[in-house]
Structure formats: C-alpha cells, structure tokens
C-alpha cells in the first residue's frame, strides 16, 4: 500500500493465525491499513514489523492494541524509544521483540526471515523476506532509485550505505520482488545491485573530490549522477529529505573527516 501523503510502504502479510503488518506508516493511518486489510482477509492483525525507526513507518503503530507483538532491530528499537511517540503510556508500542542479524518468524509458507546487514538509512534497517513468495520489503534502505537517505542522527551512514546494500546484495538469496520503502513500483535485485554500485561509486567520488581540495559545497555544484547510473533510472535532487544528494555529500564529508 503506497500513498504520496500517508508515509513509507505497507505490506501485508496473511498467515493462518492472522496478519503480519511491516511498517505501519505515519500517525492516523492505522484504520486505513485495516481496511485495506479487510479487504483480502478479515483475519486480526497479530504482529507488526517495524523496518526502522522513522515516524512514517512506524506512526501508526498506536493504532494496534498494544498487547500485539512488534518486531523490529535492536537499534531501531533504542531510537524509537528516543522519539516522543513513544514515550509514557506510548512506550507499550514499541518493539517487544528484537534482533541483532537475522530472526526468523513462523515455518513453512509462512516463513518471514529479518536480515541485518550494517548501517544505510540507519543503524537498524531490517530486511524482510516473505521466504515463499520470494518477496523482499527493504524498507528505507532501498527507497527507490533516488538520493539515499542517510540519517546521520540515528545512525545512518554515506560511506557504508554502499557496502551495506551489497551484502544484501549477496546476502539474501530467491528474491523475485522487492518492495522499497517508497518508490511506487517494485524494483528486482538487479535495481538494488545498481543502487549498491551507484552507492560505492558516490563515495569514491566523494574521495577525489577531497583528494582534490574541494569544500562540500563545491563538491555539490560539480555532482551529476554518472551516466551509467542515470540510464537505470537513478536520480539525486539536491533538496529533499536529509538534505537530498547536498546532504549525502556534506554527511559523507564528515565520516571521512573533512
């Protein structure tokens, strides 16, 4: 479920006990979710996943009843628990249960497997696998074909995105799909293997720039998003959400010391 105005991707998951939310979007759009859910299934809702800690994945969380478990990295967790959405009484949205590498949750067809691969959009991006469905939900850590996102404040990282995205890359195997945290369309492993390239060559870039003696600010009047890339469909806006690809490149700046 994708809307421009309601926050990151939801998606639904049936099982025989009832249904897996991942992402719950931002703040006043539980019910909606619910019926959407309805339409395909009047099974209860019994477990949220949270990929990470923002507030348009996780908003809506509150609109659950708060005995219903929620999955999420550990990380994730330490920076909900930072966030005023979750303090007081809100503290019993947050996730009861956590991982560090990989978790798996249910058997058989119904088999979900958490994956962890360092930090990119933060420090706790879960990777989710509908196993037998060979669908993947990758939350912010692949948005789309855009900019990253990298939020240095909870733990995010420019310089290791690349290297993140490439052991996903490599480290989930049987993926048809995948369901990016906000592109409006499903993107395949070859997109996230571009995305992982596009990544790694940004921040080599980055370095001649330093090597160079360029400020960040030169650096981003010069930047255009190599030809290869931009014939898959890659983008940077300057603006936008962290400061778009101005953004990436002071935080990059800084991780590498400059």
């Known amino acids: ?16 006990n009832g249904v897996v939310v991942v992402d719950t979007k931002l703040a006043g759009w539980g019910q909606a979710i619910l019926d959407k859910v309805k339409t395909v299934t009047d ?34 967790k330490a920076n909900m628990e930072k966030m005023d959405a979750f303090k007081g009484a809100k503290a019993s949205y947050l996730p009861k249960h956590t991982f560090t590498d990989r978790l798996d949750i ?32 990758a939350g912010d850590a692949f948005a789309g074909l855009g900019a990253p996102l990298v939020d240095g404040n909870n733990g995010g990282s420019a310089v290791e995105y690349g290297k993140t995205l490439e052991k996903a890359f490599k480290g989930i195997q049987g993926v048809d799909s995948i369901i990016t945290g906000h592109a409006t369309k499903l993107m395949t492993m070859a997109d996230l293997k571009t995305f992982a390239d596009y990544n790694n060559d940004f ?5 001649t720039e330093i090597k160079a003696g360029k400020t960040s600010d030169q650096a981003t009047m010069e930047y255009k998003v ?19 690809i101005k953004g990436n490149i002071a935080t990059a700046y800084k991780e590498l010391g400059k």
């Open 203 to 207: 921040v080599e870039w980055v370095k």
């Open 43 to 76: 099974k209860p809702v019994v477990e949220i996943i949270n990929t990470h800690t923002h507030g348009d994945h996780n908003g809506s969380n509150e609109y659950w009843h708060p005995s219903i478990e929620v999955v999420a990295h550990a990380n994730t």
């Open 106 to 137: 249910g058997s058989g067809k119904e088999l979900i497997e958490l994956y962890y691969f360092g930090a990119a959009h933060t420090n706790g991006d879960a990777w989710v696998l509908f196993k037998a469905d060979r669908v993947l939900h």
């Open 226 to 244: 190599p030809e290869r890339f931009a014939a898959k469909g890659v983008t940077a806006s300057t603006t936008g959400l962290f400061g778009g």
């Open 1 to 16: 479920n994708r809307d421009a105005f309601s926050g990151g991707t939801t998606a639904v998951f049936v099982t025989n």
